[in-house]
């Protein structure tokens, strides 16, 4: 994002050079590339950006407005020598903000490495796996030497101790240790009994800890799951299957021309391999240009199953069932390579505003097949509920889905 005050010079420049000499650009490409500028930004804006990257494009014209209102400002009110003064002056003032700026230290840097040590120091010659519930999840990994997958997007503490609640032991027999790395704000609680409520303290607590900054804003905390080295046996009653949980039927051929119209674009593989989606289910796939990933049901002796080859992630919408109380949601997935699966739940809120929130994060290694058990929590104002496969990486195959 651009820094505060090369934003509000580059704001105020803009609005200056449209007031004074907007009429003059009669050229349509000036405004075309104005408008395409504006098309880009806002429609990032319209898809959540995150990502500093996503704001970069707006230096070029924060340089032009700057250099703008520096060169043609409104310094012709003032006498020529006053006006030169003020011009140099707004200059010399962006100039030292920028180097101060530049010279700033945190001093809660070298804990945060200090702290990634010492999960590095744990988690050495074991098996293990980094979930980042956080922006630094790239210097986490990095500091750390530990694998982390990270969420879409960020998920509040209070929601992720929530989906923790008896869903840890997806973990067991896979890894020797989970590490959790979430960012607890000033005014967010995080108890013993809170942890308590999850699992043992003996298998799951704070590892560790660090403010972010020196005002102690944001704090920087790792939780550990010490897993259990086999898995447990699933239950025999898992519930009933959801709507074609079984795949066991396809959308029309018309339907699937659509498809291949439409999002054959950005999933160019279904356009030159015959492919199935399952009926009631909606499959769709990252926006952000063409990608090499596919989705189609496959036969797999007498039952079907999807599968996913994810290049750029590929999202795939259960269909919708009642969750105004706890339901547990079951699964069976093999995967071909590694796989980073996100499971993700829409939320419609009491003034009918949706919301997609990350519910739990797996990785499932090449070759290994998993039946998954998850608790999904209640919501009394929200009748009814989608659950999202949000493949993030990888190839999978899904089958056997219910709820109980």
Not at 147 to 162: F, G, H
Not at 338 to 352: C, K, L, M, T
Request: charged letters at 25%; aromatic letters at 14%.
């Amino acid at each position: 994002m651009l820094w505060e005050p090369v934003g509000i010079l580059f704001l105020i420049g803009m609005i200056y050079f449209l007031v004074r000499d907007g009429k003059k650009f009669r050229d349509l490409r000036f405004w075309f590339g104005a408008a395409a500028l504006c098309a880009i930004f806002f429609g990032r804006v319209y898809f959540h950006i995150t990502p500093g990257r996503y704001y970069s494009i707006l230096v070029f014209p924060a340089l032009f407005f700057l250099v703008y209102l520096l060169k043609r400002g409104p310094w012709h009110f003032l006498p020529e020598k006053n006006a030169k003064l003020a011009m140099d002056l707004l200059f010399a003032g962006c100039l030292l903000a920028g180097t101060l700026r530049c010279l700033y230290y945190n001093p809660q840097e070298k804990k945060i490495v200090d702290l990634c040590s010492r999960i590095k120091a744990d988690a050495a010659g074991k098996s293990v796996i980094g979930l980042a519930y956080t922006s630094r999840f790239s210097q986490i990994s990095y500091y750390s030497g530990v694998e982390c997958i990270a969420p879409e997007r960020p998920l509040p503490l209070s929601e992720l101790l929530i989906h923790l609640r008896g869903n840890l032991s997806v973990y067991d027999g896979d890894f020797d240790a989970v590490y959790w790395v979430v960012e607890v704000k000033k005014n967010e609680t995080l108890t013993p009994e809170m942890l308590r409520m999850i699992a043992p303290p003996e298998r799951f607590g704070v590892f560790g800890g660090e403010y972010l900054d020196r005002h102690r804003k944001k704090k920087l905390v790792v939780l550990r799951y010490l897993p259990l080295p086999e898995r447990q046996k699933m239950p025999e009653d898992r519930g009933e299957l959801v709507k074609n949980g079984d795949f066991s039927k396809a959308q029309s051929e018309k339907d699937l021309a659509r498809i291949r119209n439409d999002m054959g674009k950005r999933m160019t593989r279904l356009q030159t391999e015959k492919f199935v989606f399952p009926a009631h289910w909606v499959i769709e796939c990252s926006l952000a240009g063409k990608n090499n990933s596919f989705a189609s049901v496959v036969e797999r002796g007498d039952t079907q199953a999807l599968r996913v080859d994810a290049n750029g992630y590929v999202f795939c919408i259960v269909p919708s069932f009642p969750v105004e109380t706890e339901r547990t949601f079951s699964f069976h997935v093999k995967a071909e390579r590694d796989a980073v699966i996100q499971i993700s739940r829409n939320v419609r809120y009491p003034d009918q505003s949706l919301g997609l929130h990350p519910f739990y994060l797996l990785f499932i290694k090449a070759g290994k097949e998993r039946d998954y058990r998850l608790q999904i929590p209640a919501y009394s104002f929200f009748p009814f509920g989608e659950l999202y496969f949000w493949i993030q990486s990888g190839t999978v195959e899904i089958s056997d889905v219910r709820v109980k």
